[in-house]
């Protein structure tokens, strides 16, 4: 009896561990599903709190977006914590309240402010805004142009080290002797010798910043407009002092002031006026230094020229012999050539620019291109001088600039 006990007990005892081991095995999967649930409900709560901010920020954009523009204007008088004056946009001067949050110190005359466009309130102080053909005019990147690579002008090079680079790299050596350094120089030449190389040569040299302007871009047509792109010329390069102006052409907006003359005449003339101002006014450009380049200074204005604007007039002369072997030996090292007998090549090429040498290498390593050769022989020169000289003849240019620059 008690043996058929024992037989009947064990299938009995086999099957409650088969069951047990598979309800383990469903209460494992089950704790593993829940901690999945667990985990995607927090990522989900994730989800949903980045949504919730992304659809705030939205919602403020929109609102934004709704909101009436403001009007931009020009603080003129603080009259108390609470009122001001304030000139808009069109002109029309108005008593406005004051937005409390603004820190009084930022709130002086001449501030540009944003308008409420229903009560004209001050809502906040703007930054000072400068033109983008003004700001633009900045050089970021300094141009691969060393002293190096302008041949045949050591003297001029030296007079533009001592007058720009020499007072803001060692100021101390002019207040130790007592002068005021130079302000600015005026380079003087026939086109093609140099003028805008030399300056692309000082930005390569100098630490300060750079700021290139044409003078034609500050001849505007409306009235003023002008004389305020110089105006922030002259604030973007104090600001960013030290600095160098860099005006090219600039007998466009210095010629000489007639009687008779029309609006437009007029209104350049404002804009040389405002120039003679900033360039010897009241304000100081501290370390601030001009260099301007023309091939007109007989037409540019006596105030112009006076010293204290400009005082140095460097003259950039057409290269005489020495000057274009320097230049050509220049160009042709840099060139694939067979044996070159330079000094044939300057007698042939007198009343040259550099410009012109420069265009002669060029062309005769269009010559070689043309013959499917690589290297550049003595004949490709005197072909490419002879090209050249019936360019020069055919367009008119003089290769004697005495009646300009004596």
Same mark, same amino acid.
């Given at each position: ?38 985990? /995607?409900?927090s990522y989900l709560e994730t989800e949903i ?28 008088? #603080? ?10 946009s069109n002109g029309t001067v108005f008593q ?48 691969? #142009? ?131 101002? /900033? ?65 044939a090549i300057v007698d042939k090429t007198e ?33 490419? #001088? ?21």
């Amino acid at each position: 009896m008690s043996s058929e006990v024992e037989k009947n007990n064990i299938p009995h005892s086999s099957h409650s561990d088969d069951e047990i081991k598979k309800l383990e095995e469903d209460y494992q999967k089950l704790l593993d599903d829940s901690q999945n649930l667990i985990n /995607e409900r927090s990522y989900l709560e994730t989800e949903i709190r980045t949504l919730k901010k992304r659809a705030t920020r939205l919602d403020d954009e929109v609102r934004l977006l709704k909101t009436p523009p403001l009007i931009i204007g020009h603080l003129q008088d #603080v009259l108390d914590e609470r009122t001001a004056i304030v000139r808009s946009s069109n002109g029309t001067v108005f008593q406005v309240s004051l937005n409390q949050r603004l820190d009084p110190e930022r709130l002086k005359p001449g501030t540009r402010v944003a308008l409420n466009q229903d009560t004209l309130a001050v809502i906040e102080v703007l930054h000072e805004a400068w033109d983008p053909m003004v700001s633009g005019a900045e050089m970021v990147e300094k141009p691969d #142009v060393t002293y190096d690579s302008v041949a045949g002008l050591d003297e001029q090079i030296q007079t533009i080290r001592e007058a720009i680079e020499l007072p803001l790299l060692e100021p101390k050596l002019f207040t130790d002797i007592g002068i005021v350094p130079p302000k600015g120089i005026l380079l003087v030449g026939p086109p093609g010798c140099g003028k805008t190389l030399l300056a692309k040569a000082v930005a390569h040299h100098t630490d300060a910043t750079f700021i290139r302007m044409v003078g034609s871009e500050l001849a505007q047509k409306y009235i003023g407009e002008g004389g305020r792109m110089v105006r922030e010329l002259f604030s973007l390069a104090k600001e960013k002092s030290p600095s160098i102006i860099f005006l090219d052409e600039i007998d466009a907006i210095g010629a000489k002031r007639l009687d008779g003359s029309t609006s437009g005449d007029r209104e350049v003339q404002r804009t040389l006026m405002q120039l003679l101002a /900033e360039l010897d006014g009241f304000d100081s450009l501290e370390d601030v230094k001009i260099i301007a380049a023309t091939n007109r200074p007989d037409i540019l204005d006596d105030a112009l020229l006076r010293p204290g604007r400009f005082d140095r007039i460097v003259t950039i002369p057409l290269p005489d012999a020495v000057g274009r072997k320097a230049i050509l030996a220049l160009h042709i090292s840099k060139m694939s050539t067979s044996r070159i007998n330079l000094k044939a090549i300057v007698d042939k090429t007198e009343g040259y620019s550099g410009a012109e040498l420069k265009a002669i290498s060029v062309e005769a390593g269009m010559v070689a291109i043309r013959d499917k050769r690589n290297k550049i022989t003595q004949a490709d020169i005197l072909l490419a #001088v002879e090209r050249i000289q019936i360019k020069k003849s055919t367009s008119g240019v003089t290769s004697s600039p005495d009646a300009l620059y004596g």
